[in-house]
């Protein structure tokens, strides 16, 4: 065999000679993938998910949450109450066996034992089965869940006058008081404990500076009560009342400007 002969070179058509730019792979094979990743189907989901964000933006300034006055610790009588997606554990604590000597077994254990089922879950039912009447494990455990939850949400909300909290706490513009004034006097003496030191109102009663009641409107209401104010409340004079009544439609004239 002579030197050279013999020897054969064999090309392989599926390696390319030259390297060439960074040219997305030909899925058009593969049913259901006919792109590449990147930077096609990734750019998609990025357009999407701006849009959701500006979505989500523009509701945050359109609805805006409806914050409450600031925390006063010497308000005694404000009961303080969670966002709407823990009223559930909020409402299981209220019960005898979930609260007081209890409360580790409602607040830690029973919570961890609910939430550590829906974890487990899918490693409990691990057949391919698409059909939710296939699954009965996971199912189960997944409408026992929701069912739970929306009973106690409920309940927890049904029990809240939502109104009347929203407007006892809502946040006011702050407005100078002239607390030398007679009306400040009987003020201070018949509605501040409920009222607040600066007709901020609070969480049993709501502000004054905002009111649309003319002083005869106010004289009655502090004689015989409206809504969950009773009657009776106010024991001054003729005189105190009238102060009374003049100085609240003052400070809420001076709002208004």
């Avoid at 609805?63 to 009588?77: C, F, G, I, K």
């Amino acid at each position: 065999m002579h030197r050279g002969k013999g020897m054969k070179f064999v090309g392989d058509s599926r390696v390319t000679a030259e390297k060439k730019p960074n040219i997305p792979k030909d899925y058009s094979e593969y049913p259901g993938r006919t792109e590449a990743f990147w930077p096609n189907f990734l750019l998609k989901e990025w357009l999407v998910g701006a849009v959701f964000l500006i979505g989500f933006l523009i509701l945050t300034v359109v609805a805006p949450s409806p914050l409450e006055n600031q925390a006063d610790p010497t308000n005694a009588s404000y009961i303080p109450l969670p966002d709407w997606y823990f009223l559930f554990l909020y409402q299981f604590l209220k019960y005898e066996f979930a609260s007081g000597d209890y409360v580790v077994l409602g607040s830690i254990v029973i919570p961890g034992l609910a939430f550590g089922a829906l974890l487990i879950a899918p490693f409990l039912d691990t057949g391919s089965e698409r059909r939710p009447i296939k699954r009965p494990i996971s199912v189960s455990l997944m409408l026992i869940g929701i069912a739970v939850t929306a009973f106690l949400t409920w309940e927890a909300g049904s029990h809240v006058n939502w109104e009347e909290r929203a407007q006892s706490n809502q946040i006011v513009e702050t407005v100078e008081i002239d607390k030398e004034q007679e009306g400040y006097a009987v003020y201070e003496q018949y509605c501040l404990q409920c009222h607040g030191e600066n007709l901020e109102g609070g969480s049993a009663a709501p502000g004054l500076t905002e009111t649309g009641k003319s002083v005869d409107e106010i004289k009655d209401i502090a004689v015989n009560g409206v809504g969950t104010m009773p009657a009776g409340m106010f024991g001054g004079s003729d005189e105190e009342l009238q102060q009374l009544g003049e100085f609240i439609r003052s400070v809420a004239d001076k709002a208004s400007e």
